[in-house]
């Protein structure tokens, strides 16, 4: 408690502090908010799932789960190169979701080939393979040139300045897209070997969600042992510690950062071809959204941790699908699927509002 001096020969009385000092007015803020959350979050899902006409049934729930958890590896895979590069250098990539673009679009002109000629068909593990590493190439090689003309001039700039130039170059490779390709979307075509479902554990999952899912997590299972086990990772590591002491241990701070930037552009192109799988179509804006989505699942997590981007992830894909039934059906809103994004970028508000650091990051420290 702060103390009050008074005149000379006068003893020293405590100053108590008022309730507004003891209690951040934040913080009260905080709880009240968090207690409105709670309540509409109960009764949206009560009124839903006491439905007598009109409801969801359980085989429906289980499809949205499913479902929420494939589109969720995909905002995984994407989140990953945000929260690499800002892992690296402390900037959000913002054309990231462009990478992805970029890599969906390569696939697609070989994927129409191969479907034209047959060899989609008739060999549907080797094409969907190749589909993979035509889109890690085009992914890669647009996230490297990123790097290399865009962001490294402005390395030692004022920190706004290469995300005002991120913005910049998002908006520059969408219309140049738009403009080689046409701002009509495409449909992408899927081997037949995806249509149907497979029974997984008894649970009946759609072809394509399942080849999402599986591979995602191998994505992300090498990820985590190239980062921890490997020289290239470590010096990773060290290089996001501190670059200064990193290059004076030896380390090529370049070198690691453009290998920084083409795991996140590999990472980008299997998220565009499983994204293209999913959803049978591909266009010149189709990296924004996801993009978007993907720095919230970042943010979610605990932008910098890369499990933590992994948890974001599949947590906004679950709650993309989910949320807007659970919490609208009971209400009557007509088509709550419509307000998905919604969903997700009110998460973005709430995760900066209560907890900015993530899941497993550190929340900011309260200021009296």
């Known amino acids: 408690m702060a103390e009050t001096k008074l005149e000379v020969g006068q003893e020293v009385r405590p100053r108590s502090l008022g309730l507004g000092q003891r209690i951040p007015v934040r913080r009260v803020i905080q709880l009240v908010l968090f207690v409105l959350i709670v309540i509409g979050v109960s009764i949206g899902s009560y009124k839903t799932l006491t439905l007598k006409q009109g409801g969801i049934n359980a085989a429906g729930w289980r499809d949205l789960v499913v479902f929420g958890i494939s589109l969720g590896a995909v905002y995984a895979l994407i989140a990953l190169g945000y929260t690499l590069v800002y892992g690296i250098l402390l900037m959000i990539n913002f054309a990231h979701g462009e990478v992805f673009m970029a890599g969906a679009y390569g696939s697609f002109f070989v994927a129409r080939v191969f479907d034209r ?28 040139l990123l790097e290399r003309i865009a962001y490294r001039p402005l390395r030692n700039a004022p920190r706004l300045v290469p995300l005002i ?6 908006l520059f490779l969408q219309n140049t897209f738009r403009g080689l390709f046409g701002s009509a979307t495409r449909g992408y075509a899927k081997p037949t070997l995806l249509r149907g479902t497979w029974r997984i554990l008894g649970v009946p999952v759609l072809r394509s969600e399942a080849l999402v899912i599986i591979t995602a997590i191998v994505a992300m299972v090498v990820l985590t042992l190239f980062v921890a086990k490997t020289t290239t990772g470590k010096s990773m590591r060290a290089v996001a510690e501190d670059k200064e002491i990193a290059s004076l241990m030896g380390i090529n701070v370049d070198r690691v950062i453009v290998t920084t930037f083409a795991i996140g552009g590999i990472l980008a192109g299997i998220a565009g071809v499983l994204f293209a799988l999913i959803f049978s179509q591909v266009s010149f804006f189709m990296g924004f959204l996801p993009g ?25 894909g679950l709650m993309e699908s989910v949320a807007p039934f659970l919490l609208l059906k009971g209400a009557h809103v007509p088509s709550p699927n419509q307000l998905k994004d919604a969903v997700a970028f009110l998460i973005l508000v709430l995760v900066l509002i209560f907890r900015p650091g993530g899941i497993l990051g550190t929340g900011e420290p309260e200021k009296l």
């Open 117 to 144: 000629n047959g060899f989609l068909n008739s060999n549907p593990v080797a094409a969907i393979a190749i589909l993979l590493l035509v889109a890690m190439a085009v992914s890669t090689t647009v996230a490297v």
């Open 165 to 170: 130039t991120a913005i910049g170059a998002s």
């Open 292 to 316: 978007i989505k993907a720095f919230t699942a970042a943010v979610l997590g605990g932008i910098g941790s890369i499990a933590g981007a992994a948890i974001g992830g599949l947590l906004l």
